[in-house]
């Protein structure tokens, strides 16, 4: 006996019958397995409540059985979901890498271009420049031989010299903006 049972007499008592009764019925039980072994009309009553305990426990079997198929078949379901949705996460991944390196691409393509606009801008600010300073030595030419009225050899060789050498860099100007 344990303190419990001093202490709590009936709860210990409760036990026990409980006990004895749980004892008897598996031993029906272990005498009655099928439903066709039990005799219905019998006197013990644990008897006959094994025996048509065995087609509840038969019937609550076969409700388990058929929920774990069914649940065997959800899981199935949900793994098939789940693998499709995975397969499509990376399709989707995959299409989100191929825009973002698209839209690096354009974003290269964008500096590259303004870097050729503000070349360009620059070469022909540099160009315009030196049409302006050829255009002022055509000028300085033009104005210094009218002002002469006999001009010497020299101040004619010189200006035909500065005459071709502006020449030439116009034309080698006129090569880059072509």
Do not use: H, W
Not at 45 to 62: K, L, Y
Not at 72 to 78: C, D, F, Q
Request: charged fraction near 30%.
């Amino acid at each position: 006996m344990t303190v419990e049972s001093f202490k709590y007499p009936r709860r210990a008592m409760g036990r026990a019958v409980f006990a004895a009764a749980a004892a008897s019925a598996v031993v029906a039980l272990a005498g009655c397995v099928s439903t066709s072994d039990c005799d219905p009309n019998q006197a013990n009553f644990f008897s006959a409540a094994a025996c048509e305990g065995t087609g509840v426990a038969q019937d609550r079997e076969d409700m388990t059985e058929q929920q774990a198929r069914r649940a065997e078949a959800r899981v199935a379901a949900l793994r098939e979901d789940l693998s499709r949705a995975r397969a499509d996460l990376r399709l989707r991944q995959q299409e989100r890498r191929s825009l973002e390196q698209r839209a690096s691409d354009l974003d290269r393509e964008v500096l590259r271009l303004r870097g050729l606009l503000a070349r360009a801008e620059q070469v022909e600010g540099v160009n315009q420049s030196r049409l302006n300073d050829l255009q002022t030595r055509l000028d300085t030419l033009q104005a210094s031989t009218a002002a002469t009225s006999s001009p010497s050899t020299r101040e004619i060789e010189r200006s035909e010299a500065e005459a071709e050498a502006i020449l030439a860099e116009t034309d080698a100007l006129l090569g880059l903006t072509s």
